[in-house]
């Protein structure tokens, strides 16, 4: 069982910066490959960006690519979301998600590949 802690978001002006973590209980952490998803009101759940067990593949939405960056630390049992250039539609809860194992690129992007999840931080950003 792992379980997700969120921490980091808040209110910001466009243009502006936040880093979100997310903190994972267990000692499997380094095994786990790691994604971010977020909801914004009246939508539905959407993927904005993921990483390999190891750190060496990482993948993004299109509509945050260039802007977000992805990272971790298996060493701390944490997953950051670096966001730059924020805009007025990236407001949404963004969740952190596990996944036991990912064998296809593609499967990054889906959510149901993924095991665990947090319980989510707000980010706003204001126009």
């Known amino acids: 069982q792992v379980q997700l802690v969120e921490s980091g978001g808040g209110l910001v002006q466009a243009g502006g910066s936040l880093r979100l973590s997310c903190a994972a209980s267990?000692?499997?952490?380094?095994?786990?490959?790691m994604g971010w998803f977020r909801q914004a009101p009246g939508k539905e759940r959407e993927f904005v960006a993921a990483i390999r067990w190891s750190g060496d593949s990482t993948y993004y939405a299109d509509s945050v690519k260039g802007r977000f960056t992805i990272s971790r630390d298996n060493a701390k049992n944490t997953v950051y979301l670096q966001m730059n250039s924020l805009k007025p539609e990236d407001t949404a809860v963004y969740y952190c998600a596990a996944s036991r194992g990912i064998y296809y690129s593609t499967s990054y992007y889906r959510e149901t590949q993924y095991d665990y999840w947090g319980q989510g931080t707000q980010v706003t950003v204001s126009s």
């Open positions: 267990g000692r499997t952490f380094s095994s786990y490959a």
